[in-house]
């Protein structure tokens, strides 16, 4: 019995030897997942003066052949002059900063599963582009990096689908985030400042599911300009100092709700819809420019529950079709609370409170102005007005008669009376 239990126990300790052995010379996957590549390891100085362009694109071809790799870099400002490509590995920094020479070079993120993070980026010399590129990738993540300086695009995102752009830092880019032709999109918790102009925090084209979420930016031209989108979220926001707000352009199905829009009075918009469908506005702060939300050639829009303050004609659509304003507080305004003209379909405006309009001498006709000699319905019901008067003409007027005008139920505590008809 004893020489059986001795005989099973040297076997177990030979078995144990040989699958040691085995790992030692065959890594598991999992091991070289684990693998992290130094970019100094390869050459790089980071000194501020040498090219390391051919170091780090060593470091790179090492680490790209290890899918799920790391590569690092230690603290240092590490030149380059042409594109570096980072495929299905995550890029590493620790107070190191990548700084392109070369006319329009970027840091490319390619493949599954490729991260960037921690990272600073900037221009020595007259370079020009994207500061990072991330182009025919998925399930990607930037999260955490920083770009000072004025490229052409902070974070530009191409053919992409499943990814991430979290806790970013843009300051002084044409646009912090561009997002062309991708899917599945998280935006969230960035913040980017410029001197305005043709600025931009994000632009988005052609993409579908993108979420815009808890971000800031400041000073930019327009905080987001959205083309040809589908089924876009803009949720707790906030966006300051800008020329427009929000613009958008033949999209479909827009969620805009809980942003904080704050500029000038010379700004354009808040919020500038032109062709979107069935978008839905709700539950915005709005204060400052000449609208506060503008819309043209709109279906299917919903405006509601939003407070609006200190602006020039607080919502004004034009020539759209089905449209909603509803259980809006409006204070403050230059010209009129509410503006509908040429309306197809229904046109409901109700429920909303509005406080001291027509704040401008240039004789403001009207509270609520309705003409949409096309539209099937118009109830106007249940509205409240109170304040100034001096410089209006009418709490509402509705260019049509019944039907399909509907007006009943709002109320003023001022003698300005209704005009119902032509």
């Given amino acids: 019995m004893k020489k059986r239990f001795n005989c099973q126990w040297s076997r177990a300790i030979v078995f144990s030897f040989t699958v040691a052995l085995a790992s030692a010379f065959f890594p598991s996957s999992s091991a070289l997942a684990a693998q992290t590549f130094n970019v100094k390891t390869y050459g790089a100085t980071g000194d501020g003066t040498t090219d390391d362009t051919s170091a780090l694109k060593a470091a790179l071809a090492a680490a790209n052949a290890s899918p799920g790799s790391t590569l690092f870099f230690p603290a240092g ?5 042409s594109n570096l490509t980072a495929d299905g590995i995550s890029v ?10 070369g006319s329009g070079v970027s840091l490319e993120l390619t493949g599954n599963n490729v991260a960037l993070q921690d990272m600073a980026f900037a221009i020595k010399g007259f370079g020009v582009g994207f500061a990072v590129h991330v182009h ?4 990607f993540i930037v999260v955490n990096n920083t770009f000072n300086s004025p490229f052409l695009a902070s974070i530009k995102i191409s053919k992409s689908s499943n990814g991430e752009v979290r806790s970013n830092t843009s300051n002084g880019s044409s646009a912090a985030i561009a997002v062309d032709g991708s899917s599945q999109i998280s935006i969230k918790n960035n913040n980017a400042t410029a001197d305005g102009g043709n600025s ?4 988005l084209d052609e993409s579908n599911n993108t979420a815009i ?3 800031r930016a400041n000073g930019v031209g327009i905080c987001v300009e959205e083309l040809d989108s589908t089924t876009t979220s803009c949720t707790d926001n906030v966006f300051s100092n800008y020329q427009t707000g929000y613009l958008g352009k033949n999209g479909k199905s827009l969620a805009l709700t ?17 062709g979107e469908e069935n978008a839905n506005v709700s539950n915005n702060s709005m204060q400052g420019a000449i609208n506060a939300i503008k819309a043209e050639k ?3 829009l919903s405006i509601k529950r939003n407070t609006i303050k200190d602006t020039g004609t607080a919502i004004s659509a034009e020539e759209g079709s089905d449209l909603t304003v509803t259980e809006n507080q409006i204070s403050q305004c230059q010209n009129g609370a509410i503006s509908g003209t040429y309306t197809k379909g229904t046109e409901t405006i109700s429920t909303n409170k509005i406080r001291d309009c027509g704040l401008s001498s240039s004789g403001t006709q009207a509270v609520i102005y309705v003409f949409s000699p096309v539209a099937s319905s118009i109830p106007i019901t249940g509205n409240s007005y109170a304040g100034n008067a001096a410089n209006l003409q009418y709490f509402i007027r509705c260019r049509q008669t019944e039907p399909p005008a509907k007006v009943f139920g709002n109320i003023t505590n001022t003698e300005l009376p209704n005009l119902i008809g032509p």
């Fill in 77 to 81: 400002d590490y030149l380059y002059s």
């Fill in 92 to 101: 590493v920094g620790q107070r190191a900063t990548l700084s392109s020479t």
């Fill in 136 to 139: 025919n990738a998925s399930r």
């Fill in 200 to 203: 931009k925090f994000l632009r």
């Fill in 213 to 215: 979420e808890s971000n």
């Fill in 258 to 274: 809980r942003n904080q829009f704050a500029a000038a009075s010379t700004a354009s918009a808040g919020v500038f819809l032109d």
């Fill in 298 to 300: 709109s279906t299917g």
